[in-house]
C-alpha cells in the first residue's frame, strides 16, 4: 500500500500542530477575547462578555448583532439599533443606526457623559453595576418588531477598558449582545401611516405624590446624529422617560380596617435580614422580565418591627422597610419611519420599567404608611401614573400567594397552612409573653422569584442548560475535568460556571402574629411585586374576612391545619 | 505492529486539534468586530459548548480507532480506549436525559480510563520524544482532578494552565509521532 503525501504530510502535521499550540497559548493569557460572563435576556437576546488584550482597529465596547430566527434559520438581519445609557438620575441617547451589527465604542462622547454621572456619585465602581437600554426595531412589510434589551455592566470595565485606571485580565474588555427576532414566536406591530404632530402635550404628571418625586427623566445631555440614509430616510426613535424618586420598599406588611376592627390587640413582627448583591430587574410590558437594570451591594443586619394593633396602632396602613432616595423610570419608546415621499410611518412601542439607582449599603428603619407612602403608592399609584402617562397600564398584574390563615370553627380557633409551614416560637413584648406565628420566606432568590443574571444561551443551549445544572448542584468536578480535555476554549465554559462571589448570604424575611386568641380571623397573602415591577420587594397582606382580592378559589398547597388553644 | 494505522491516529489527533483551535481564533476575534457573521461562528457559550461535543466526537471516533487499531494487531490494551469510549457516551448520553448522578459516576470512570488511554498511547509511541511528551501529560491528567478536588474552585487558574499545558504536550507529541511514523519508517 502508497500512502498519500508520505514525505508532505509529517511537515504539514508538524506545522498544524505548532499553530494549535501556539493558539492554546494566545487564548489562556486572554490575547483573544475569552468569554467570562454570559446573560440571557428575556427569550430573545444575550450578552456575552470578553476579556481581551486589545484586539487592532477594534475599540473596547458594546457591539449589538440582530438575527433573525424564521423556523429554523437563524441570519444576520438590517434593522434600527438604538442605544441609551442608564444614569442614576435618568437616560441618555448613546447611538443609534440601521445594520446588521452596532458598535458603540465605551469612549462614545454620549456614554461617557452618563459614565460621568456614575463617576461623579463618588461610589466605589465594585458596589454597583448599571446597564445600557437597547431598542431593536426590525421591519418586513407591514409588521414591525420591537425588542427592548437591558445589558448590565461595570463602570469600572469601562474606565480600566478606556485606561483611565488599572487594566485587569479578568474584566470584559467587550460587550457583544445577540438579539434574536423570533418571526415565528414574537407577536408584531402593524406598520401604519401617520401625521406626525410636532407638538407634544406635557402630560402634567411631574411633581410630588406621596413623598415620590416625579420628573422627566431623559437627560438633556447631548444627543447622537440623527440617521439618514439616501435614498433619503430617517428612523425617528422618541422616548418618554418617567422618573421616580423616593424610597423603594424592600419588605412590607399591610393590613386593613377589617383587621383593626377585628383583631384588636393582635402583634405583628416583621422581620428581615440579609446581605450580599441584590439585583433589581427591569420590567417590560410585552416581554417581560428582561433582566437586572441595577445591582448594589446591600446589607441589612437582623431587624424587626414590632407593634400591637389597637393599641399602638389603631387605623389601617402598612408598615415597611425601605431604600431611601432610589430612582426608578417607565422608558416609553415608540419609533416612526420618515420617508422622503412616503411620509411618517407608525413602527410601534414598547413599555420598560426599570430600576436606574439605589444607594449601595443604605436602608432606613421601618416605617408607617397611613395612606400617603409608598406602599399606598405602590398598590394605587404607580398603575395610575402610567396609565394616566402612556394611556393603558404599563405594568402586568400582580403574583399574590394565598399563604395562611387564622379561622375561628365552631371547632375552635385554627391555623390554616396553605403555602409552606407556619413556625412559632415565644417571645415577650411590652411585657407580656407571646406565641409568635412565623411565615418565614426564604432566600432572596426563590422568594422574589429572581435569580443573580441567569447563565445561558437562547440558541444551542441544551446542553449549555445540562452543564449548568449539574454545575449547580455543587458537582461540577469531574465534569470539568472532561471539558478540559475536549477542548481548551471550553476552559471558559468552566468559568463561567462558577458562581459570582458575590451573591446574597443571608436572605430571609419574617411575618411574625403574636396574641392569636379564639375567635381571631386573619387572612396573610403575600404579593410579589418582581412580577409588578421587577423589584426584588415583596409585602404580606393581612385582611380580616378572606384573602388580598377576595379570590373565588385557591389552592392550600399545604394544606395542614393546627388547632390552638 | 502494523504502524500505519497508528500514523493516522496521531495525525488526526493533530488535525482535530487544529480544526478546533482555528475556529477559536477565527471566532472569537472576529465575534467583537462589526462585521456581520453567521450564528455559528459567533464564539458564544452555547457555540463553544457545541464546538467542545463536536471536538469531543471527533476524539472520541480517534480513540475508537486507536483502540480497535490496536487490538487487531493483538494488543489487548486497545480494550482500554474502547472502554473509555463507551463510558463517555454513556456518560454523555445520562447527561442530556438530565441523569446528573449515575452520569458523573459513569464520567469518573470513563475519566480514568482516559488516563488508562493516555498510559497505552505512551507504551506504543516509538520515538522517545513523543513517549516523554505523552508520558508527563498522563502525570498532569491524573493530577488535575486531584488538585481540583483539594483546592476547589479557587484552584481552577492552575487546573486552567495545567489542563492547556497537558494538550500542548498531547499534541506536539503526536505530531512528532506522526512525523517518526511518516518520515523516518
Same mark, same amino acid.
Given at each position: 500500500?502508497?500512502?498519500?503525501?508520505?514525505? #508532505?504530510?509529517?511537515?504539514? !502535521?508538524? @506545522?498544524?500542530?505548532?499553530?494549535?499550540?501556539? $493558539?492554546?497559548?494566545?487564548? *489562556?493569557?486572554?490575547?483573544?477575547?475569552?468569554?467570562?460572563?454570559?446573560?440571557?435576556?428575556?427569550?430573545?437576546?444575550?450578552?456575552?462578555?470578553? +476579556?481581551?488584550?486589545?484586539?487592532?482597529?477594534?475599540?473596547?465596547?458594546?457591539?449589538?448583532?440582530?438575527?433573525?430566527?424564521?423556523?429554523?434559520?437563524?441570519?444576520?438581519?438590517?434593522?434600527?439599533?438604538? #442605544?441609551?445609557?442608564?444614569?442614576?438620575?435618568?437616560?441618555?441617547?448613546?447611538?443609534?443606526?440601521?445594520?446588521?451589527?452596532?458598535?458603540?465604542?465605551?469612549?462614545?462622547?454620549?456614554?461617557?457623559?452618563?459614565?460621568?454621572?456614575?463617576?461623579?456619585?463618588?461610589?466605589?465602581?465594585?458596589?454597583?453595576?448599571?446597564?445600557?437600554?437597547?431598542?431593536?426595531?426590525?421591519?418586513?412589510?407591514?409588521?414591525?418588531?420591537?425588542?427592548?434589551? $437591558?445589558?448590565?455592566?461595570?463602570?469600572?470595565?469601562?474606565?480600566?477598558?478606556?485606561?483611565?485606571?488599572?487594566?485587569?485580565?479578568?474584566?470584559?474588555?467587550?460587550? #457583544?449582545?445577540? +438579539?434574536?427576532?423570533?418571526?415565528?414566536?414574537?407577536?408584531?406591530?402593524?406598520?401604519?401611516?401617520?401625521?406626525?404632530?410636532?407638538?407634544?402635550?406635557?402630560?402634567? !404628571?411631574?411633581?410630588?405624590?406621596?413623598?415620590?418625586?416625579?420628573?422627566?427623566?431623559?437627560?438633556?445631555?447631548?444627543?447622537?446624529?440623527?440617521?439618514?440614509?439616501?435614498?433619503?430616510?430617517?428612523?425617528?426613535?422618541?422616548?418618554?422617560?418617567?422618573?421616580? %424618586?423616593?424610597?423603594?420598599?424592600?419588605?412590607?406588611?399591610?393590613?386593613?380596617?377589617?383587621?383593626?376592627?377585628?383583631?384588636? /390587640?393582635?402583634?405583628?413582627?416583621?422581620?428581615?435580614?440579609?446581605?450580599?448583591?441584590?439585583?433589581?430587574?427591569?420590567?417590560?410590558?410585552?416581554?417581560?422580565?428582561?433582566?437586572?437594570?441595577?445591582?448594589?451591594?446591600?446589607?441589612?443586619?437582623?431587624? *424587626?418591627?414590632?407593634?400591637?394593633?389597637?393599641?399602638?396602632?389603631?387605623?389601617? /396602613?402598612?408598615?415597611?422597610?425601605?431604600?431611601?432616595? @432610589?430612582?426608578?423610570?417607565?422608558?416609553?419608546?415608540? !419609533?416612526?419611519?420618515?420617508?422622503?415621499?412616503?411620509?411618517?410611518?407608525?413602527?410601534?412601542?414598547?413599555?420598560?420599567?426599570?430600576?436606574?439607582? #439605589?444607594?449601595?449599603?443604605?436602608?432606613?428603619?421601618?416605617?408607617?404608611?397611613?395612606?400617603?407612602?409608598?406602599? *399606598?403608592?405602590?398598590?394605587?399609584?404607580?398603575?395610575?401614573?402610567?396609565?394616566?402617562?402612556?394611556?393603558?397600564?404599563?405594568? %402586568?398584574?400582580?403574583?399574590?400567594?394565598?399563604?395562611?390563615?387564622?379561622?375561628?370553627?365552631?371547632?375552635?380557633?385554627?391555623?390554616?397552612?396553605?403555602?409552606?409551614?407556619?413556625? %412559632?416560637?415565644?417571645?415577650?413584648?411590652?411585657?407580656?409573653?407571646?406565641?409568635?406565628?412565623?411565615?418565614?420566606?426564604?432566600?432572596?432568590?426563590?422568594?422574589?422569584?429572581?435569580?443573580?443574571?441567569?447563565?445561558?444561551?437562547?440558541?444551542?443551549?441544551?446542553?449549555?442548560?445540562?452543564?449548568?445544572?449539574?454545575?449547580?448542584?455543587?458537582?461540577?468536578?469531574?465534569?470539568?475535568?472532561?471539558?478540559?480535555?475536549?477542548?481548551?476554549?471550553?476552559?471558559?465554559? +468552566?468559568?463561567?460556571?462558577?458562581?459570582?462571589?458575590?451573591?446574597?448570604?443571608?436572605?430571609?424575611?419574617?411575618?411574625?402574629? /403574636?396574641?392569636?386568641?379564639?375567635?381571631?380571623?386573619?387572612?396573610?397573602?403575600?404579593?410579589?411585586?418582581?412580577? !409588578?415591577?421587577?423589584?426584588?420587594?415583596?409585602?404580606?397582606?393581612?385582611?380580616?374576612?378572606?384573602?388580598?382580592?377576595?379570590?373565588?378559589?385557591?389552592?392550600?398547597?399545604?394544606?395542614?391545619?393546627?388547632?390552638?388553644? | 505492529?502494523?504502524?500505519?494505522?497508528?500514523?493516522?491516529?496521531?495525525? =488526526?489527533? &493533530?488535525?482535530?486539534?487544529?480544526?478546533?483551535?482555528?475556529?477559536?481564533?477565527?471566532?472569537?476575534?472576529?465575534?467583537?468586530?462589526?462585521?456581520?457573521?453567521?450564528?455559528?461562528?459567533?464564539?458564544?457559550? =452555547?457555540?463553544?459548548?457545541?464546538?467542545?461535543?463536536?471536538?469531543?466526537?471527533?476524539?472520541?471516533?480517534?480513540?475508537?480507532?486507536?483502540?480497535?487499531?490496536?487490538?487487531?494487531?493483538?494488543?489487548?490494551?486497545?480494550?482500554?480506549?474502547?472502554?473509555?469510549?463507551?463510558?463517555?457516551?454513556?456518560?454523555?448520553?445520562?447527561?442530556?436525559?438530565?441523569?446528573?448522578?449515575?452520569?458523573? &459516576?459513569?464520567?469518573?470512570?470513563?475519566?480514568?480510563?482516559?488516563?488508562?488511554?493516555?498510559?497505552?498511547?505512551?507504551?506504543?509511541?516509538?520515538?522517545?520524544?513523543?513517549?516523554?511528551?505523552?508520558?508527563?501529560?498522563?502525570?498532569?491528567?491524573?493530577?488535575?482532578?486531584?488538585?481540583?478536588?483539594?483546592?476547589?474552585?479557587?484552584?481552577?487558574?492552575?487546573?486552567?494552565?495545567?489542563?492547556?499545558?497537558?494538550?500542548?504536550?498531547?499534541?506536539?507529541?503526536?505530531?512528532?509521532?506522526?512525523?517518526?511514523?511518516? &518520515?523516518?519508517?
Amino acid at each position: 500500500m502508497v500512502w498519500p503525501m508520505p514525505r #508532505v504530510l509529517p511537515v504539514v !502535521v508538524l @506545522a498544524l500542530a505548532i499553530v494549535s499550540v501556539v $493558539v492554546l497559548v494566545v487564548n *489562556s493569557i486572554y490575547a483573544v477575547p475569552s468569554p467570562i460572563s454570559s446573560v440571557r435576556i428575556g427569550g430573545f437576546g444575550e450578552a456575552d462578555y470578553y +476579556a481581551s488584550q486589545p484586539i487592532p482597529n477594534v475599540s473596547p465596547g458594546l457591539l449589538v448583532r440582530v438575527f433573525l430566527i424564521n423556523g429554523s434559520s437563524v441570519k444576520p438581519v438590517n434593522a434600527f439599533i438604538d #442605544v441609551y445609557a442608564n444614569a442614576p438620575s435618568g437616560i441618555v441617547h448613546v447611538a443609534m443606526g440601521y445594520s446588521s451589527t452596532l458598535i458603540v465604542p465605551f469612549n462614545n462622547t454620549n456614554w461617557l457623559y452618563a459614565l460621568g454621572k456614575w463617576a461623579s456619585l463618588g461610589i466605589p465602581f465594585s458596589e454597583y453595576n448599571t446597564s445600557m437600554l437597547v431598542f431593536i426595531t426590525y421591519i418586513h412589510g407591514n409588521e414591525s418588531w420591537i425588542l427592548p434589551l $437591558v445589558i448590565p455592566y461595570n463602570v469600572g470595565w469601562v474606565y480600566r477598558a478606556l485606561g483611565k485606571s488599572t487594566p485587569s485580565d479578568a474584566t470584559p474588555r467587550y460587550i #457583544v449582545v445577540n +438579539a434574536y427576532i423570533n418571526v415565528n414566536e414574537l407577536r408584531p406591530s402593524r406598520v401604519v401611516p401617520v401625521r406626525l404632530n410636532g407638538t407634544v402635550t406635557d402630560p402634567q !404628571v411631574f411633581g410630588t405624590y406621596n413623598g415620590y418625586t416625579v420628573y422627566n427623566c431623559s437627560l438633556s445631555g447631548p444627543q447622537p446624529e440623527v440617521y439618514w440614509s439616501f435614498p433619503l430616510y430617517e428612523f425617528a426613535p422618541t422616548s418618554e422617560c418617567v422618573g421616580i %424618586n423616593g424610597s423603594l420598599p424592600i419588605a412590607w406588611a399591610t393590613w386593613s380596617s377589617g383587621v383593626i376592627q377585628n383583631d384588636n /390587640g393582635l402583634v405583628i413582627d416583621l422581620s428581615i435580614d440579609f446581605s450580599g448583591t441584590i439585583n433589581w430587574d427591569a420590567m417590560s410590558t410585552d416581554y417581560g422580565d428582561l433582566g437586572t437594570s441595577y445591582s448594589a451591594s446591600e446589607n441589612w443586619g437582623p431587624q *424587626s418591627a414590632e407593634f400591637i394593633l389597637g393599641s399602638q396602632v389603631t387605623q389601617p /396602613g402598612s408598615v415597611y422597610w425601605y431604600y431611601g432616595g @432610589a430612582t426608578w423610570a417607565i422608558v416609553n419608546y415608540t !419609533v416612526w419611519y420618515v420617508g422622503d415621499i412616503t411620509g411618517p410611518y407608525y413602527m410601534g412601542t414598547t413599555t420598560v420599567s426599570e430600576v436606574l439607582y #439605589v444607594p449601595p449599603n443604605d436602608y432606613y428603619a421601618a416605617t408607617f404608611d397611613y395612606g400617603s407612602g409608598p406602599i *399606598s403608592m405602590f398598590y394605587n399609584g404607580a398603575i395610575t401614573l402610567s396609565e394616566q402617562y402612556f394611556g393603558y397600564p404599563a405594568l %402586568n398584574a400582580s403574583t399574590v400567594v394565598d399563604y395562611a390563615a387564622f379561622e375561628y370553627t365552631p371547632y375552635g380557633e385554627e391555623l390554616w397552612e396553605c403555602n409552606g409551614p407556619v413556625g %412559632n416560637t415565644s417571645t415577650v413584648f411590652g411585657g407580656v409573653q407571646y406565641t409568635l406565628y412565623t411565615v418565614t420566606l426564604g432566600g432572596v432568590n426563590t422568594a422574589y422569584g429572581l435569580s443573580a443574571a441567569e447563565i445561558g444561551t437562547e440558541l444551542g443551549g441544551l446542553a449549555f442548560d445540562v452543564l449548568a445544572e449539574v454545575a449547580t448542584e455543587g458537582e461540577a468536578t469531574p465534569l470539568i475535568e472532561f471539558l478540559n480535555n475536549v477542548g481548551s476554549a471550553i476552559f471558559d465554559i +468552566a468559568g463561567l460556571l462558577i458562581p459570582p462571589s458575590t451573591s446574597s448570604s443571608v436572605t430571609r424575611t419574617t411575618l411574625g402574629i /403574636g396574641g392569636v386568641t379564639a375567635g381571631t380571623s386573619l387572612y396573610i397573602s403575600v404579593i410579589n411585586a418582581s412580577a !409588578v415591577y421587577g423589584l426584588p420587594t415583596f409585602g404580606f397582606i393581612l385582611n380580616a374576612t378572606n384573602y388580598y382580592g377576595i379570590p373565588s378559589s385557591f389552592t392550600c398547597k399545604y394544606n395542614q391545619w393546627v388547632q390552638i388553644g | 505492529m502494523n504502524v500505519k494505522s497508528l500514523f493516522w491516529f496521531f495525525v =488526526g489527533f &493533530v488535525f482535530v486539534n487544529f480544526a478546533s483551535s482555528l475556529w477559536l481564533l477565527l471566532s472569537s476575534v472576529l465575534t467583537i468586530t462589526p462585521i456581520p457573521l453567521p450564528y455559528w461562528l459567533l464564539y458564544t457559550p =452555547g457555540n463553544i459548548v457545541t464546538a467542545g461535543i463536536i471536538v469531543a466526537a471527533l476524539m472520541l471516533a480517534l480513540y475508537t480507532y486507536l483502540g480497535v487499531a490496536l487490538v487487531l494487531n493483538k494488543m489487548n490494551r486497545g480494550f482500554i480506549p474502547i472502554t473509555m469510549v463507551i463510558a463517555f457516551t454513556i456518560g454523555i448520553t445520562l447527561l442530556l436525559v438530565r441523569q446528573a448522578i449515575p452520569a458523573l &459516576v459513569i464520567l469518573v470512570i470513563a475519566y480514568v480510563m482516559l488516563i488508562g488511554t493516555y498510559i497505552v498511547i505512551t507504551s506504543v509511541t516509538t520515538s522517545r520524544t513523543s513517549k516523554a511528551l505523552w508520558g508527563v501529560a498522563t502525570i498532569i491528567l491524573a493530577l488535575m482532578p486531584l488538585i481540583l478536588i483539594g483546592g476547589g474552585l479557587a484552584v481552577i487558574n492552575y487546573i486552567r494552565y495545567m489542563a492547556i499545558t497537558e494538550q500542548a504536550m498531547a499534541i506536539m507529541a503526536s505530531a512528532v509521532e506522526a512525523w517518526r511514523l511518516g &518520515v523516518e519508517q
